[in-house]
């Protein structure tokens, strides 16, 4: 191993925010409670950082580093620029609202940090040691985040917090369990950990049509059962709505954002790049689950009165139309996936943003009911909300729109016809709980007159965070262009 083969140079970013998030820990340990407020600042200062140092040394090329375990390619870097982004956004929103009920702790931004760390490597993994590594980092920061509040208030509440807790905790681990078991199964079949060598091992097993394959086949079950867990895919999705119901708004928003990108850079890495020979056995796993999801998602969130409990659904849905993207098996599918999971990301960290500037000390605003006549209280934010609402509805002129747009266009494109006209089916039902929180705030009349009040950083984040929804509707080939100069 020479200092050449480590190339540390392109692994500079993470390396940088892991030694913050250790810097934030000890530095915490030392501040009073009244001066908590350097934590925040100081792992805002470090994602900005982090951000610079991704964006001054972008990949021209693929390039490996630490005898080719990371690599750092054209979909990496963009990844790891929108996971900063909204990682960001999520620690301006959740500052006022942990300081609301006294958790304003540093352990928070510590944990944050370090889950972000985690999707950066799972971003840059070329070896499934790495991507299991980084995978279980933030699944293990994630864990405790969730049963956060329960730990740190004197006096315990209610106990969703630990109940979400655990059945995360535990259905994760499951999740984890059949990932490593399918993974040994590669190791066993391929003798390497290595992707690339992994996806010879296929393309020759596949060729030969010997018992080996169906040892691949065989193991592939196990990988899409895991990942279809971690992204709350039908069947697996029994965690969703619990986790995002039990645990602190701040964290659920955490949870249901920036994770998503590097879910998709883990199904990214594992099924096309290193399985990708098997494209036509996967491609069947992936219709049940889109079409399950998508089903299970938009007629089960009718149903809810409880805000994150809806988005959850709303999230099972849209799980359902990156898995379209990507089952398509094509550049346009997989740009068009990424495009998805981008606008989407943005989207949900604007919903959970609005639900924390409704929120105040002893209450949460996580039910429907809480919004009502926020157009009387709040013409700007009830606008902000419209038009969150109808990008996940698929509405123009939001990037929502678009995003559904570009996934249907890659599935007719490989004459899955058929797909495309169930996920229409299920989107036009899904738009009927959309509006319903959009008729909720315009024609309803306000149950609670308190005026809305937050910090600048709030205000101007929320705003951004929305206008940026409309913005890119206008004009999507911004982002679209650069999704697809990922898979060019």
Request: with cysteine.
């Amino acid at each position: 191993m020479t200092l050449e083969s480590l190339n540390y140079a392109i692994a500079l970013p993470e390396i940088f925010l892991v030694t913050m998030a250790c810097l934030v820990l000890v530095v915490d340990v030392y501040l009073p409670a009244d001066k908590r407020n350097f934590t925040y600042v100081l792992s805002q200062l470090s994602l900005i950082v982090t951000l610079a140092l991704v964006l001054s040394n972008p990949a021209e090329s693929r390039v490996l580093a630490f005898n080719d375990l990371f690599v750092q390619d054209a979909m990496a870097d963009v990844l790891k620029l929108f996971i900063l982004i909204i990682s960001f956004g999520v620690f301006v929103y959740s500052r006022e609202y942990l300081l609301a009920r006294n958790i304003f702790k540093g352990e928070f931004y510590v944990l944050g940090l370090f889950s972000i760390v985690g999707m950066m490597l799972m971003v840059s993994a070329n070896n499934l040691l790495m991507l299991y590594l980084g995978l279980e980092l933030l699944s293990l920061c994630l864990y405790a985040l969730v049963a956060f509040s329960d730990s740190q208030q004197k006096k315990r509440g209610d106990g969703n917090a630990s109940e979400a807790a655990m059945k995360y905790f535990i259905l994760g681990a499951i999740a984890s369990g059949m990932l490593l078991y399918g993974m040994s199964i590669l190791y066993g079949l391929s003798g390497s950990l290595m992707l690339s060598d992994i996806a010879t091992a296929v393309a020759q097993s596949s060729t030969e049509g010997n018992a080996q394959n169906i040892g691949m086949v065989f193991a592939l079950v196990f990988i899409v059962v895991a990942l279809a867990f971690k992204l709350g895919a039908v069947p697996f999705h029994m965690w969703v709505p619990d986790v995002y119901h039990g645990s602190p708004t701040a964290v659920t928003s955490l949870i249901g954002t920036a994770p998503k990108l590097a879910g998709f850079a883990m199904i990214m890495r594992l099924m096309v790049e290193a399985l990708g020979g098997l494209q036509a056995d996967w491609q069947q796993m992936l219709i049940v689950l889109a079409v399950l999801s998508l089903a299970v998602g938009n007629v089960l969130a009718i149903a809810q009165t409880n805000l994150k409990r809806m988005l959850a659904y709303s999230t099972i849905s849209h799980v359902g139309f990156i898995l379209l993207g990507i089952l398509a098996g094509t550049a346009d599918g997989y740009s068009s996936a990424m495009f998805y999971t981008i606008s989407y990301a943005i989207m949900a960290l604007g919903g959970f943003g609005i639900i924390m500037l409704l929120a105040r000390e002893g209450f949460e605003a996580d039910n429907i009911s809480d919004l009502k006549g926020l157009n009387q209280r709040s013409p700007w934010y009830a606008l902000m909300m419209m038009i969150l609402m109808l990008s996940m509805a698929g509405v123009p002129p939001t990037v929502g729109f678009w995003a559904k747009l570009a996934v249907l266009s890659a599935v007719v494109d490989v004459d899955l016809v058929w797909m495309a006209i169930i996920a229409v089916f299920f989107s036009i039902i899904g738009i009927f709980y959309y509006l319903r929180i959009i008729k909720v705030m315009y024609f309803d009349e306000a149950e609670d007159t308190q005026p809305l009040v937050c910090g600048r950083d709030m205000q101007i984040m929320l705003s951004t965070n929305s206008l940026a929804i409309l913005a890119l509707g206008f004009y999507p080939a911004a982002l679209m262009s650069l999704c697809v100069a990922v898979f060019s």
